[in-house]
């Protein structure tokens, strides 16, 4: 796999998937990205490059454990960028990733043109997600199987009282199959003080960040999944009002990792977005 280095010298490694214009997609987690594989077949129409963000994948430990927090992510997306040589590059993001590309695009706007936020999060714009909300969409599959078990995990984890976090884990998939445990086993992060110290003191800057969304001049796409606890409808819309020019897509019966509940309908909404018509004419 080909490898760049960071500002502090770490060693990164990413790879490179499908032909056509380019997107430089940032896993979430921190986890190896290759929970993402090729987004469903995504690859077919652009070609994918993935980071391993630090401390993960084939992406070697940083000297400084300071350096996993979310603002200092940002430099290594940067240096990507600047290795790859892309004057400007299109963005997606999952999960906790969409946390760094918010504020890469937040630094760095002139060198975004879209940007494609999937499953957002929003620590980096402090958005809140209540217990209630996440609640309400649970009880959309009130009729599954694993519903009662998983639901009472959830209560307790969101009224404060403890509770089993891998119980809720079907509450983030379209459905609850082979193909969907197995993927969840791929996507759960494996370096603990990578996962801490992405959110350490002073990884965001909420005030600072929702500052230059707004005055981001490019085109946002926050696509989410009907039932994705994580990041449910409401929260990709106010998420959006951040940004001048942003739509939204709430890709039905899917959860957090909506290209594997529906590969096509993720795929066809995600490269729409990213090759208009009218792609041509942007500089």
């Known amino acids: 796999m080909p490898t760049f280095s960071a500002p502090d010298g770490t060693l990164l490694s990413y790879r490179v998937t499908g032909d056509g214009d380019p997107v430089v997609c940032v896993p979430g987690g921190p986890a190896d990205s290759a929970y993402l594989g090729d987004l469903g077949g995504l690859s077919a129409h652009h070609r994918l490059i993935v980071p391993d963000l630090r401390g993960t994948g084939r992406s070697a430990m940083p000297a400084d454990p300071s350096s996993y927090r979310c603002d200092r992510l940002v430099g290594d997306l940067e240096a990507l960028r600047v290795h790859l040589d892309l004057p400007r590059m299109d963005l997606l993001a999952h999960s906790a990733g969409t946390n760094i590309a918010a504020r890469y695009a937040a630094r760095h706007p002139e060198h975004v043109g879209?940007?494609?936020?999937?499953?957002?999060?929003?620590?980096?714009?402090?958005?809140?997600?209540?217990?209630?909300?996440?609640?309400?969409?649970?009880?959309?599959?009130?009729?599954?199987?694993?519903?009662?078990?998983?639901?009472?995990?959830?209560?307790?984890?969101?009224?404060?009282?403890?509770?089993?976090?891998?119980?809720?884990?079907?509450?983030?998939?379209?459905?609850?199959?082979?193909?969907?445990?197995?993927?969840?086993?791929?996507?759960?992060?494996?370096?603990?003080?990578?996962?801490?110290?992405?959110?350490?003191?002073?990884?965001?800057?909420?005030?600072?960040?929702r500052a230059a969304l707004a005055a981001f001049g490019h085109p946002v796409l926050l696509l989410t999944g009907e039932f994705d606890l994580n990041s449910p409808p409401p929260l990709a819309r106010e998420f959006a009002g951040l940004f001048p020019d942003a739509a939204v897509a709430v890709q039905p019966g899917a959860g957090h990792y909506p290209w594997t509940d529906d590969a096509e309908w993720f795929t066809t909404a995600v490269s729409a977005f990213l090759t208009p018509s009218s792609r041509n004419t942007r500089q």
């Not at 999060?121 to 997600?129: F, H, I």
């Open 114 to 209: 879209r940007l494609a936020l999937i499953g957002p999060s929003s620590r980096a714009v402090d958005l809140e997600v209540t217990g209630e909300t996440r609640r309400e969409y649970a009880r959309l599959r009130a009729d599954e199987p694993w519903f009662p078990a998983a639901y009472a995990a959830l209560v307790e984890l969101t009224e404060g009282r403890g509770g089993d976090a891998e119980a809720i884990a079907p509450f983030f998939r379209g459905r609850w199959d082979a193909a969907a445990r197995e993927h969840h086993a791929a996507a759960r992060p494996d370096n603990e003080e990578a996962v801490a110290g992405f959110g350490a003191e002073g990884a965001f800057d909420p005030e600072g960040t």
